[in-house]
Nanobody, 126 residues
Framework: QVQLVESGGGLVQAGGSLRLSCAAS????????MGWFRQRPGKEREFVAA????????YYADSVKGRFSISRDNAKNTVYLQMSSLRPEDTAAYYC???????????????????WGQGTQITVSS
């Protein structure tokens, strides 16, 4: 069992930056592939970024590539999402998720993630 707690959300102007953090409980954090997803009002939850268990591989949605960066610190049981050049369309609730699925093939599939945080709201004003 893993509990995930996101932090770092808030209100930011377009073009600004924010860093989200997701702290995980438990001693097996390095066993999980970690991902960030977001959900905009009236929309389905969508993949944003993922990082492999070791942190050596990262994956991004096309919409955030070059602007967002995912990283993890296994010693601190924490995954981060550094967001820059934020746009109003990035406004959403952002969720951290942990996956036990070994293959990174399914990194963007929310159904392959076993545990989810409660979400943190990002609002980007124009």
């Amino acid at each position: 069992q893993v509990q995930l707690v996101e932090s770092g959300g808030g209100l930011v102007q377009a073009g600004g930056s924010l860093r989200l953090s997701c702290a995980a409980s438990g001693r097996t954090f390095s066993s999980y592939r970690m991902g960030w997803f977001r959900q905009r009002p009236g929309k389905e939850r969508e993949f944003v970024a993922a990082v492999s268990r070791s942190g050596s591989s990262t994956y991004y949605a096309d919409s955030v590539k070059g602007r967002f960066s995912i990283s993890r610190d296994n010693a601190k049981n924490t995954v981060y999402l550094q967001m820059s050049s934020l746009r109003p369309e990035d406004t959403a609730a952002y969720y951290c998720a942990a996956s036990l699925v070994v293959s990174d093939t399914y990194y963007s599939d929310p159904s392959k993630y076993n545990y989810w945080g409660q979400g943190t709201q990002i609002t980007v004003s124009s």
